[in-house]
């Protein structure tokens, strides 16, 4: 049965390692219910691939918010960096009253980073002067491309805001996280993995982190819709590690990669047999930036998803060539 959905209570609060200072630590991740991000609010349906706007609430009050984060501080273990999310802008007021921002500010003052995430409109310097020196923000950057954020993503904003943002936060000794999105709908697998090496080279200068995050199929989407008819299919583990591949050594920036749902029809995958493998040497590059530690043995699957990339380009789609012609090709993935 489904867990109801308290506005007092954190939807999650778990522990896991990241990195702060350059060392593997432990960190807290609390997400946080708010009465949701504005964009996905604002009658223009939000991103195609996000599902948050069916997660968040409303009528969440700072109460509400105040006694989330006494359940966070509750379960705190002392972890030297602290995650949290909100489904949407840690910044707008609508989310999080500066009241209660200040709060939790105030109660993990004494962590060594603190990350949270936000879109570009609220980061402004009268905003920036006021934060904690151990802040790092997130930027959902995805794409570097203007056309594939407007027309593909829906982003709301110009890639040129998110950088203009990026350059306020360093200004102000604060650091950068920035997002991208590995294959936006409507780009073949190969557009996608040129597109996430050209955006990370956009996002170096103004990134301590670049974390690439395929894209993962969440309800209630325009990108679940397309899945459903087969015009899309969530990206190949393999073009993660091209990307990280290709990427390796040109950037200044860590390179990291957490995918949610990986291994699922519906995340990043490959073959079903190499996905862990594959997943985990992902996981170890993250934490090591080692190229060699992106080598996770081979598969079989590594010529069909070569094969795959090869039939979109002869078809011209971005659609599921594998499940379209599955049985006359062979190539399903
Ligand atoms: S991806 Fe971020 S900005 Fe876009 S709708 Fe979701 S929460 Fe809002
Ligand atoms: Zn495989």
Request: net charge negative; proline share 4%; glycine share 10%.
């Amino acid at each position: 049965m489904k867990k109801e959905r308290v506005p007092s209570e954190p939807e999650a609060v778990w522990s896991e390692k990241d990195m702060a200072g350059g060392e593997t630590v432990g960190a807290q991740v609390i997400i946080l219910r708010t009465n949701g991000c504005c964009w996905a609010k604002a009658g223009r349906g939000g991103c195609t691939m996000c599902g948050y706007r069916t997660a968040s609430m409303s009528g969440v009050t700072a109460e509400d918010l105040n006694k989330q984060v006494d359940l966070a501080l509750s379960k705190y273990k002392g972890e030297p960096f602290v995650k949290i999310y909100t489904s949407g802008s840690f910044f707008d007021p609508a989310e999080i009253p500066a009241a209660v921002r200040d709060r939790i500010f105030d109660e993990y003052g004494g962590c060594r980073r603190i990350l949270v995430e936000s879109r570009p409109e609220f980061l402004t310097a009268d905003l920036l002067s006021t934060l904690p020196a151990q802040l790092t923000v997130a930027l959902g950057l995805e794409s570097s491309d203007e056309e594939v954020l407007r027309t593909c993503v829906n982003k709301g904003f110009t890639a040129a805001q998110s950088r203009e943002a990026g350059m306020r936060l360093k200004d102000a000794g604060l650091g950068v996280r920035t997002y991208l999105l590995l294959k936006p709908p409507y780009l073949t697998e190969s557009d996608a993995i040129e597109d996430a090496v050209s955006s990370a080279l956009f996002a170096d200068p103004f990134s301590d982190e670049i974390s690439v995050n395929p894209l993962n199929i969440q309800h209630g989407t325009v990108v679940e819709r397309l899945w459903k008819r087969g015009e899309f299919r969530s990206p190949w583990i393999w073009s993660l590690i091209e990307v990280m591949k290709r990427l390796s050594g040109k950037v200044n920036a860590r390179l990291m990669s957490s995918p949610s749902g990986g291994g699922s029809q519906r995340g990043v995958h490959n073959c079903g047999a190499c996905d862990q493998r594959a997943l985990a040497a992902v996981e170890r590059f993250s934490f090591s930036q080692d190229p060699r530690d992106l080598d996770c043995g081979g598969c079989e699957c590594k010529s069909t998803w070569e094969r795959y990339l090869g039939a979109e380009k002869m078809l011209g789609t971005a659609d599921d060539v594998g499940r379209v012609l599955a049985n006359e090709l062979n190539i399903r993935g």
